[in-house]
């Protein structure tokens, strides 16, 4: 273990797969030259803080080591910085997203895709902690210190609580829209109207495409058209699904739970991509027939680099994109997630970290 100096910080935490969060004490590192520390005032919480904490992937080989403290989505204030820091000062609003630090010298990092780094990047929480041993801690806590490489500005303006879903669900589906160019004269359908799939929905429209949500709860129509969607498609209805058949120049997959992709798959176009950034728990069959026929691909992308997430926090800015939030305090997490089970947020719970002091 390092000898890096330390200090205590209120968390909470899952002591096991079966256990619910509760208070628990961490420590956090004193910043050394690079570092950024930053009391936490709004953090997420993201659909994989309760999958890590239930341990749901561990078939995937990705276990939860504990006791986990979830939270990659942090916005806060600067405290104190190291004296090799240059972007940030005490006061300054700050962001931390899924990554605290990579390897910096792989291909992938030389091209500012931390996120697919070649030797394993470190994450938010639940990742080997090189500084102090154990694992690393995330945003359900008061206090975190971050190299000033993986922390991010936010646009003055934003809503604090509604910008911090953005280092996640935000990037997640940014990332993969800017990748495959969705812009004006491109069909665009979003599947999922989710934490991810609200999110994908303001940002193809903000791209300037033509926006078709998909979903299964014909009570959801109203609030996609309200978020930005120019239709709404019942994808358990055969008819409407055939109207679209071979018409969409991309697609993007929010889902998580067990679902029939090949059913959008055949709504491509020649050359047409559907991109997977749902993580369901197993794999999904997929119909090899539907791919050959017009040269149609699916693809998955994971969070974005530091540099496009900066990008993407930008763009949030330009064009007035933030999530769309239900703010509670630290003692409802137990209860969120059994309502985030039953899809009972619109679209994003957010923990006021002040509700941590209380």
Request: with cysteine; proline share 5%.
């Amino acid at each position: 273990m390092s000898t890096t100096a330390s200090r205590p910080a209120r968390a909470y935490a899952a002591q096991s797969a079966e256990s619910p969060l509760a208070p628990f004490g961490i420590r956090r590192r004193a910043p050394t030259a690079h570092d950024v520390a930053i009391e936490i005032l709004y953090c997420g919480v993201c659909h994989s803080d309760l999958h890590l904490c239930r341990n749901e992937w561990a078939e995937s080989n990705f276990n939860a080591v504990y006791p986990v403290v979830p939270g990659h989505e942090i916005v806060g204030r600067v405290v104190e910085v190291g004296p090799a820091v240059t972007r940030f000062k005490k006061g300054d609003i700050a962001a931390v997203g899924c990554m605290v630090d990579s390897c910096g010298t792989c291909p992938s990092c030389n091209k500012g895709m931390e996120q697919y780094c070649e030797t394993g990047f470190t994450l938010t929480y639940n990742s080997p902690d090189k500084h102090l041993g154990g694992v690393t801690y995330g945003g359900y806590s008061e206090s975190v210190v971050v190299d000033e490489a993986f922390v991010l500005k936010v646009p003055p303006h934003l809503d604090l609580a509604a910008a911090a879903p953005l280092l996640c669900a935000g990037i997640t589906t940014y990332s993969p829209l800017r990748h495959w160019n969705v812009g004006p004269g491109k069909k665009v359908g979003i599947v999922g109207l989710g934490g991810l799939g609200h999110m994908g929905v303001k940002f193809a429209r903000a791209m300037g495409a033509h926006v078709v949500v998909f979903t299964t709860s014909p009570h959801k129509s109203e609030d996609a058209r309200r978020l930005g969607a120019d239709e709404v498609v019942i994808s358990s209805d055969a008819a409407q699904m055939g109207k679209h058949f071979r018409s969409f120049d991309f697609i993007l997959d929010a889902v998580s739970a067990k679902h029939d992709v090949n059913a959008f798959v055949q709504l491509l176009r020649l050359d047409g991509t559907l991109t997977m950034v749902g993580a369901p728990e197993k794999p999904l069959p997929v119909q090899v027939f539907n791919l050959l026929m017009a040269r149609r691909q699916i693809a998955g992308s994971s969070i974005g680099g530091i540099a496009e997430t900066q990008e993407m926090l930008d763009f949030c800015g330009e064009h007035n994109v933030v999530s769309d939030v239900e703010v509670i305090a630290i003692q409802e997490i137990n209860a969120a997630y059994e309502r985030m089970l039953k899809g009972d947020v619109k679209y994003r719970f957010v923990i006021d970290m002040a509700s941590l002091k209380g």
